[in-house]
């Protein structure tokens, strides 16, 4: 099909969205993987995605305390310091786990929101990757109080543009989820004086 050439731009708006959703499971190197593949099925050359603009796993810094190094530049981008993050979770022996018993607002729509986000943020700290499955969040909605068992998938459609992906194929945060995360995060710590 080729490309109506009074309006070439509404076919790539339309375009766009079925392609992220095809992709938002996946990984970013599978993301890359696969549009790469796209592309020489096309008989065109693979794009050398993000080569300039995303910084490659070599330019994180390494992990450190059972944190990854992508979380560890969110810290820093985010002016997050490891004594905000124990207020939240525990962090041992590679393992990390939610210890926050409540989440900072106070309706449970918007706690559940900030449940799921806590649950990206934790996977996010070990894997380097924010997602995680239905599951996860739910239980985490039920240790802090806010899971409501007739209006939960209601409270879900609350996530908006913080997380993307659905109950069956799992979650994942996005740029403005990780950083309503560090909100989150902020909002859990107490303030330290100096």
């Known amino acids: 099909m080729s490309a109506n050439p009074e309006n070439p731009m509404k076919l790539v708006l339309e375009a766009v969205p079925k392609i992220v959703e095809?992709?938002?499971p996946l990984s970013s190197e599978e993301r890359q993987r696969a549009i790469a593949a796209a592309m020489l099925?096309?008989?065109?050359?693979?794009?050398?995605?993000?080569s300039a603009k995303a910084p490659s796993r070599d330019q994180y810094p390494a992990a450190e305390d059972g944190i990854s190094g992508k979380a560890l530049a969110w810290m820093k981008k985010n002016s997050i310091t490891r004594e905000q993050l124990d207020h939240v979770f525990c962090i041992e022996n590679?393992?990390?786990?939610?210890?926050a018993s409540k989440m900072p607002t106070f309706g449970k729509r918007q706690q559940t929101v900030q449940a799921y986000i806590i649950c990206g943020l934790k996977s996010f700290l070990k894997t380097g990757e924010p997602t995680f499955s239905?599951?996860?969040?739910?239980?985490l909605c039920s240790r802090v109080g806010c899971y409501d068992v007739a209006n939960h998938s209601n409270?879900?459609?609350a996530l908006g543009n913080f997380i993307s992906g659905s109950k069956e194929s799992g979650w994942r945060l996005s740029n403005p989820g990780l950083s309503e995360g560090a909100k989150i995060v902020k909002?859990?710590?107490p303030e330290t004086t100096t």
């Not at 008989?43 to 995605?49: D, F, Q, V, Y």
């Not at 239905?134 to 239980?139: A, C, I, K, P, Y």
Request: glycine content about 12%.
């Open 94 to 99: 590679g393992a990390i786990d939610v210890i």
């Open 41 to 50: 099925l096309f008989g065109e050359p693979a794009p050398n995605i993000g």
């Open 134 to 139: 239905d599951d996860e969040g739910r239980e």
């Open 22 to 24: 095809v992709l938002t």
């Open 187 to 189: 909002q859990l710590a």
């Open 155 to 157: 409270y879900r459609k």
